[in-house]
């Protein structure tokens, strides 16, 4: 009898235990990634699910994570900007950067050509735009050690519902003229202003083109020949 109600404590112990630990929802895209396996080696309940947005669900924080490379390269073709939009769904949000001990971020010579000046001013609009705070991480493991820290906080029931941003037609025009090197958002807005449509756009002529555009005028022009 005594060993009966021993196992039996056990029993529900080991249950509570199990109910007990910490649990992150990640992406399917991330299951091959050294993260997942940080996590799971240091005892973290990760669960793998297609989520629309974000890389991590964590007590109802959607965290997206880049390597400092694919931070970079994100950056440059405006996929980061997209995502930026679809986190504010959530009230919680955060940007994680990964590899600083790694790589340098305001590299003059990374391979993407992007100016320092450049990336500092878009963290600052990550912060000060989009609300969004950011954390920098050493290397993978310093990433699956953050996590695991907001994965022990006290649970909350998470957001999976969020879904991809849906664009207004004037919105995927900008995105879509926002997407040619060295047409930023003030450009594409006064293109669109101006001409209504891409196809006007692009059947304008330089005369038309360079009191909106100035100096971009010509190298726009070359991207459409």
Known sequence: MVFEDIFSQLKIERIRLEQEKPKIIADKREKNSLVISELISSGIDVEMQF?????????????????????????????????????????NKLLIIEGIDEQEIYNDNNKEG???????????????????????????????????????????????????????RK?????????????????????LKEFKTIKAIINSKEDELKPLLGKKTGSFLSLLD
Not at 68 to 85: A, H, T, Y
Not at 128 to 147: G, M
Not at 155 to 160: A, D, F, L, S, V
Request: no cysteine; net charge positive.
């Open 171 to 191: 919105e995927q025009l900008q995105y879509i003229l926002e997407g040619f090197p060295g047409i930023g958002p003030k450009s594409a807005k006064k293109l």
């Open 51 to 91: 989520l629309p947005v974000a890389d991590f669900l964590i007590n109802n924080i959607a965290i997206e994570r880049k390597t400092i490379q694919d931070f970079l390269g994100s950056m440059l073709n405006k996929r980061l900007l997209r995502q930026l939009e679809e986190l504010k769904q959530y009230e």
């Open 114 to 168: 992007i100016n320092p000046n450049a990336i500092r001013g878009f963290l600052l609009s990550i912060l000060l735009k989009h609300k969004i705070p950011i954390v920098y991480t050493k290397d993978y493991k310093d990433t699956a050690k953050f996590l695991s820290v907001l994965a022990k906080k006290k649970e909350r029931e998470e957001n999976i519902r969020a879904k991809k941003k849906s664009f207004n």
